[in-house]
């Protein structure tokens, strides 16, 4: 099995995954935050979305889809444009409101979408390439792939466990 072909389906892991921790909530339940500074499941995908959609367009040259597509006017966030929600205070954090899930769902599966056609199209040689120098050692594009793979599986993982929690309160 060739190195696209494992992230192409490690990366449609991510995409299921964030489906499943959203489908079928609320509004309310999207905002809901299980302490006073928690990180909401709204902000969780928003951010992990932002995040591989940010990442994987400086490493392959390409425009970030919440720029081009017209994310960010959808989701109107009292934010600069370019923010993926690094560092934020928790004020920030509960400036990420969403429609609905549908919202997080669509825009996430846009940036997938642009993901995969962009590994599908590398080449072996091309994850030695370096996209980051500010690091030591410097970050490769195969390393880079890897890191937002982790990522958006810890946030997805944290979002679907805010789910329970709110599930089990409502039970």
Do not use: C
Not at 1 to 30: C, F, K, S, W
Not at 81 to 88: K, T
Not at 99 to 114: C, I, K, P, R, W
């Amino acid at each position: 099995m060739h190195a696209n072909d494992i992230l192409i389906d490690a990366y449609g892991r991510i995409q299921e995954e964030v489906h499943a921790a959203v489908d079928g909530l609320t509004p309310d339940q999207l905002h809901a935050r299980v302490g006073a500074d928690a990180n909401s499941i709204a902000w969780l995908i928003w951010h992990l979305t932002r995040v591989q959609d940010d990442h994987v367009a400086d490493a392959g040259g390409l425009d970030q889809v919440w720029l081009t597509q017209g994310w960010e006017k959808r989701f109107g966030l009292d934010l600069p444009p370019r923010d993926i929600g690094y560092g934020h205070t928790s004020a920030q954090v509960g400036k990420v409101r969403v429609e609905s899930a549908g919202q997080l769902t669509g825009y996430y599966d846009a940036v997938h979408e642009q993901t995969l056609e962009y590994l599908r199209r590398l080449a072996p040689e091309d994850y030695e390439r370096i996209v980051d120098e500010r690091w030591d050692p410097p970050v490769s594009l195969g390393v880079r792939l890897v890191s937002v793979l982790s990522d958006d599986l810890e946030h997805v993982g944290q979002a679907q466990y805010v789910r329970g929690l709110l599930q089990s309160a409502e039970a």
